[in-house]
């Protein structure tokens, strides 16, 4: 019985070499006489290969002295063979091989996938077997996800603003927020920055300065990089103001009432009489209005009023107003009417015109014994520079003056 299994076991085992012997004789005969002097060795390392997705990579692996030994392909991770010499073995239509004189192997695979990632093994079928890895790295250009992606936003002033960036790639994009103009201006979380690394910027209490297009860019090393513009608006409510608000003027006289205002969005700009005896329906029609747009994009709006003093009516106050959605700003303009028609008399000597004048308050007494008015004046208030060498001279004219008056 022993006997049998032992014929049956070298059987079994000539079989095996036989078939072996099968396969090799397809070689030329006189390899196989040189079989046990061969010894194949790689002609250089296999080196590890980066490829962006879609593109086709080649794993090349070279070799000498392979005579009758295979070369074959392995993808490590999934312990799968991919080629064994001249045959495709793995089902993966995507994979072809090539050789040049059985001395440089070549392994493509077409239209990479992110799943091709990983360590590839070049194997020589020697006792024991040889073998080289590579690593095959895949690539993917960055992508911004829109539907993750902020886009254009209408806040109102010192609301608080967070834009969101969401990119996909590998290795995974790093995300820069820029702002297209001007971007010292961008002050982001309370410091002066060029730009923001992180899917997130957050803009507290934004200001109408921080207004503007917004760039979002998704970088791995991986050209192109891909950025989005965000548009971000700021309104604000108008804000107006008047340089001078009073005048003064004469009847005949013409006067040029001044306002200016800055808003976002562009503000409606109207002129009103504002007195208290006045109903607020007293809309004054005419001026000129001019707008600008500031460096910021903010509506700057210039308005004048000319008013001729045809009489005393003209003389009040005045409003400017601009109103937007957000809200309303005004400013009051006071037309009063020149110091010449005042009751009390100045006096004013050209000599001494910006130094003091002197103000006398007319006293009419009224003498009852000779039924006479007496005129008198007194000194009510003098006005004195604070030039000294001025007002020494001014002092003594102001002596005489007082002495001339009581003289008369
Ligand atoms: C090949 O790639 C692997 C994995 O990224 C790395 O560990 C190895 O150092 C690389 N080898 C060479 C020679 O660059
Ligand atoms: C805006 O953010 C600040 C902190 O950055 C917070 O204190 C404030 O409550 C926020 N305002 C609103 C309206 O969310
Ligand atoms: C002073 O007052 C009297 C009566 O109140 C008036 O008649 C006279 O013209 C006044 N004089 C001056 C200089 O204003």
Not at 6 to 23: E, G, H, M, T
Not at 50 to 71: E, F, G, M, N, P
């Amino acid at each position: 019985m022993q006997k049998i299994i032992w014929i049956l076991l070298v059987l079994k085992l000539s079989f095996k070499v036989l078939a072996i012997s099968d396969f090799f004789l397809k070689e030329p005969n006189n390899v196989i006489k040189e079989r046990t002097f061969v010894d194949p060795k790689f002609a250089a390392p296999f080196s590890n290969l980066t490829v962006a997705v879609s593109r086709d990579a080649i794993l090349t692996c070279k070799v000498h002295d392979l005579y009758q030994y295979k070369i074959a392909f392995l993808k490590v991770d999934s312990q799968t063979i991919l080629t064994i010499q001249n045959h495709v073995i793995t089902k993966n239509h995507r994979i072809s091989i090539t050789n040049t004189e059985k001395k440089i192997w070549q392994l493509k695979i077409r239209d990479v996938k992110i799943t091709d990632r990983g360590w590839y093994m070049c194997q020589i079928n020697t006792d024991p077997m040889k073998s080289q890895m590579s690593y095959l790295n895949v690539v993917v250009p960055p992508d911004i996800v829109d539907s993750q992606t902020s886009n254009d936003v209408i806040v109102q002033e010192f609301e608080n603003v967070t834009l969101s960036c969401k990119a996909t790639g590998l290795p995974e994009p790093t995300i820069v927020w820029k702002r297209e103009q001007d971007l010292k201006s961008a002050n982001v979380e309370n410091r002066e920055s060029y730009s923001f690394i992180g899917s997130v910027l957050k803009i507290p209490f934004i200001t109408r300065h921080q207004a503007g297009i917004y760039l979002c860019i998704a970088s791995n090393g991986i050209p192109p990089s891909v950025s989005k513009r965000l548009k971000v608006v700021v309104n604000f409510k108008p804000k107006i103001f008047a340089e001078h608000r009073t005048v003064t003027a004469s009847i005949g006289q013409k006067v040029t009432l001044e306002c200016s205002s800055v808003s976002f969005p562009n503000s409606v700009n109207y002129w009103m009489r504002a007195n208290d005896d006045l109903t607020t329906k007293d809309y004054v029609l005419g001026g000129s209005y001019e707008t600008t747009i500031d460096s910021d994009g903010t509506y700057v709006m210039k308005m004048k009023l000319n008013v001729n003093i045809n009489g005393p009516t003209e003389f009040g106050k005045y409003k400017c107003i601009a109103k937007n959605a957000i809200g309303y700003s005004e400013e009051t303009i006071q037309i009063l009417p020149s110091k010449t028609t005042d009751n009390s008399h100045s006096f004013q000597p050209t000599s001494f015109v910006t130094t003091y004048f002197i103000t006398f308050k007319n006293e009419s007494i009224h003498n009852a014994e000779d039924d006479v008015i007496d005129k008198r004046y007194s000194i009510a208030t003098v006005y004195l520079s604070k030039s000294s060498a001025i007002a020494f001279p001014s002092l003594i004219f102001l002596f005489l003056l007082i002495i001339i008056v009581f003289a008369i």
